[in-house]
């Protein structure tokens, strides 16, 4: 049995979903505070009985322990957090009780119930301003605002609990994450939504706020952000491929995940209105506070040690990303 926590939310429904198509057991631990019970319902209809749902909470030990208890647990991949930079300066109590104590209380679990694998969804965040591009995983990490924090709060914690108590753990850190299942079961759905992918998408729907473009004066080619799109499906490719690396006796390690190449923002604007075949109207602001320039990873140890492909291209995840939304806007619309 594998525990998925925040199996509800947009990356770890999408990592529940592989792990239920390649025949695990899975048991999603989520307490829906930004997940979709619509998005268990999904995963639930797609299994073959080997699926389960906790609707529980991270900071609750006795809801962990009877999960745990009755679980059979071989190995945990962890993605249940709270993960809008922005809101995590305004409120860091939220971020760092949620993310950092909720983690040691599964970690907690994990010890006495003799569970020794981790998967940890990790951020790029962590490494803060980039002094190098692109960014490998021994680029120092210095995070800017108190999300980054509390995932690398987490990622020494981790180190320290393999030391004294052999819980072994995989760190995967990533950039950009964007697109949709190819089959649109599943896709990114947040509220608000703050992505820039699913933000230019939904302005093309009736009765939608028009695209905010932040930022046209970076040193960049054409003056607006530079990042590394790593689409969905490649992205949980990853956390399948970090159990069995686990599963070998490997030890505990972390990895980028990203393409090693960049895209701007205007290139993925000009990318969306060719694959929605719309003009899209666009109103540029100031820079959004926090924003480096560039942000693009070198994907070169995941390749080697977990030897992971990535393979779809920006375009698959914006046309996956498209598919998608027209269902949720169908959803929501009727
Ligand atoms: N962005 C934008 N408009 C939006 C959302 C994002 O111009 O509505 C820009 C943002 O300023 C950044 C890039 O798109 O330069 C990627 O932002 P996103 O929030 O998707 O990811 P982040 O890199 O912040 O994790």
């Known amino acids: ?20 198509e390649q025949g695990f057991d899975v048991t999603v631990f989520d307490n829906l505070s930004t997940g979709h019970l619509k998005t268990i319902e999904t995963l639930k209809n797609i299994s073959q009985n080997n699926f389960e749902f906790v609707n ?22 962890h993605f249940a957090a709270f993960s809008q930079v922005g809101e995590s300066v ?38 803060g301003e980039p002094v190098r591009i692109p960014i490998d995983e021994t680029h120092p990490q210095n995070p800017i605002n108190p999300y980054g924090f509390s995932k690398l709060a987490i990622e020494k914690i981790m180190d320290d609990y393999d030391r004294a108590y052999n819980i072994k753990s995989v760190r995967l850190r990533y950039f950009n994450v964007a697109g949709a299942d190819a089959k649109s079961r599943l896709g990114e759905w947040h ?75 205007r290139e993925v604007f000009a990318l969306c209105e060719k ?5 899209i109207s666009v109103e540029t602001k100031p820079r959004r506070e926090g924003d480096p320039a560039l942000l693009v990873a070198d994907n070169t140890k995941a390749k080697e ?30």
Not at 312 to 331: G, R, V
């Open 191 to 265: 509220d608000p939504e703050t992505h820039l992918i699913p933000n230019i998408l939904k302005s093309t729907f009736a009765n939608s706020k028009t695209f905010r473009m932040f930022g046209t004066d970076y040193d960049t080619k054409d003056g607006t952000c530079v990042r590394d799109y790593i689409n969905i499906e490649d992205l949980v490719q990853a956390h399948l491929l970090s159990l069995e690396y686990l599963n070998n006796g490997g030890k505990t390690d972390f990895f980028n995940l990203g393409t090693k190449s960049g895209n701007t923002v």
């Open 90 to 127: 305004k409120d860091p109590a939220k971020y760092y009780r949620n993310n950092i104590c909720g983690t040691l209380n599964l970690l907690d679990a994990m010890r006495k119930y003799n569970v020794d694998k981790i998967v940890f969804s990790s951020t790029a965040a962590t490494y």
């Open 275 to 279: 694959v929605t075949g719309k003009d």
């Open 56 to 77: 529980g909470d991270l900071l609750n030990s006795e809801e962990l322990d009877k999960t745990f208890d009755s679980g059979n647990i071989d190995a945990v991949i």
């Open 305 to 334: 040690i977990l030897n992971w492909h990535p393979e779809k291209t920006l375009e698959d995840s914006i046309k996956s990303a498209y598919q998608w939304e027209k269902n949720l806007q169908e959803q929501i619309n009727g």
């Open 1 to 20: 049995m594998i525990l998925v926590t925040g199996g509800a939310g947009y990356i770890g429904s999408h990592c529940a979903l592989a792990l239920i």
